[in-house]
């Protein structure tokens, strides 16, 4: 098993920045993929960003290539979203997940098994 404890979100200005944090316990060395998905008020939860436990591979959602990054620190067992210029479209509850498969590039959020619970990010305008 594998617990997951996602932080960071707040209120920020359009145009502000935010980093989000996805800290992993228990049973790490049994998965591949670390992901960031988000969920806005009556709309399904969208994939934001994925990259594997290794570090060297990631994958984006084309609608926040050049603005977020997502990274993990290798001396620890957690995963990052640094997010800038961020916009009012932005708002939503951001969920970071894990799988114990290679999912890079599925995008989809029934590929991972475990789930933060979530972490609200509000973007005024």
């Known amino acids: 098993q594998v617990q997951l404890v996602d932080s960071g979100g707040g209120l920020v200005q359009a145009g502000g920045s935010l980093r989000l944090s996805c800290a992993a316990s228990?049973?790490?060395?049994?998965?591949?993929?670390m992901g960031w998905f988000r969920q806005a008020p009556g709309k399904e939860r969208e994939f934001v960003a994925a990259?594997?436990?290794?570090?060297?591979?990631?994958d984006y959602a084309d609608f926040v290539k050049g603005r977020f990054t997502i990274y993990k620190a290798s001396a620890e067992n957690t995963g990052y979203l640094q997010m800038n210029s961020l916009k009012p479209e932005d708002t939503a509850v951001y969920f970071c997940?894990?799988?114990?498969?290679?999912?890079?590039?599925?995008?989809?959020?029934?590929?991972?098994?475990?789930w933060g619970q979530g972490t609200q990010v509000t973007v005024s305008s």
């Open positions: 997940a894990a799988s114990r498969r290679y999912v890079l590039t599925e995008q989809r959020s029934g590929e991972y098994d475990y």
């Open positions: 228990g049973d790490t060395g049994s998965w591949f993929t």
């Open positions: 990259i594997t436990w290794s570090g060297r591979s990631t």
